[in-house]
């Protein structure tokens, strides 16, 4: 007798995932992390951005550029140095790092919409893009137990300096940061958390 594993599958991981974490028998972060994996990680359609995606942030990085000149920003470090480079993490981490790293854009992009209408109107687009992005990465990222332990490594150093950035970069600089390093975050980033273990 075959069974048929095509239909009516879910409801039954459902009604078991319930049952299970009612009596205890399976952490609740990893039940959520396994039925995520399953069910609410679609992460995978980021591998690569549509034309018209990747033309609206070619026109939004050009306004950028041309509201940085205008600024005159002197900067002498890199925010995202040439070493930055995801795959030099264990692939479990690379979604934390992404998720820093548009976390840290969608902030200094937002600021400068609202500094600067001009911006606003080019950057509308994108940002919601980058929210929509950001959400589905989320999903896909298992929560962390408190008394676990912390992140080290090449991971702990990122999140790191993307935690103080603001604090310790100007906001002319953090834009400048952000915006060069706007395509290298869609196009090899973020393709590389998408790929998953492709990604080496």
């Not at 009596?23 to 609410?40: K, N």
């Not at 980058?130 to 990465?137: A, F």
Request: charged share 20%; proline share 6%.
């Amino acid at each position: 007798m075959k069974l048929d594993m095509t239909g009516g599958c879910t409801p039954v991981l459902v009604l078991m995932a319930a049952v299970l974490t009612v009596t205890g028998a399976v952490p609740v972060a990893r039940l959520r992390g396994a039925l995520l994996d399953a069910r609410g990680c679609h992460i995978a359609q980021f591998k690569s951005l549509s034309p018209q995606e990747l033309q609206a942030f070619k026109r939004a990085k050009d306004a950028l550029e041309e509201s940085l000149l205008l600024k005159d920003c002197r900067c002498h470090s890199r925010l995202f140095p040439r070493t930055w480079d995801l795959r030099q993490l264990q692939v479990r981490e690379r979604p934390m790092a992404l998720e820093a790293e548009l976390a840290l854009t969608l902030k200094v992009l937002e600021a400068a919409a609202d500094t600067d209408p001009a911006l606003g109107d080019v950057l509308d687009q994108p940002l919601h893009t980058l929210h929509h992005i950001l959400s589905q990465l989320r999903a896909c990222i298992q929560p962390q137990p408190t008394a676990g332990p912390r992140t080290r490594g090449h991971l702990h150093h990122w999140l790191h300096r993307l935690q103080e950035a603001p604090e310790k970069e100007s906001p002319g600089c953090l834009e400048a940061s952000v915006t060069f390093n706007l395509f290298r975050l869609l196009t090899r980033d973020l393709n590389c958390v998408a790929s998953g273990d492709l990604c080496v």
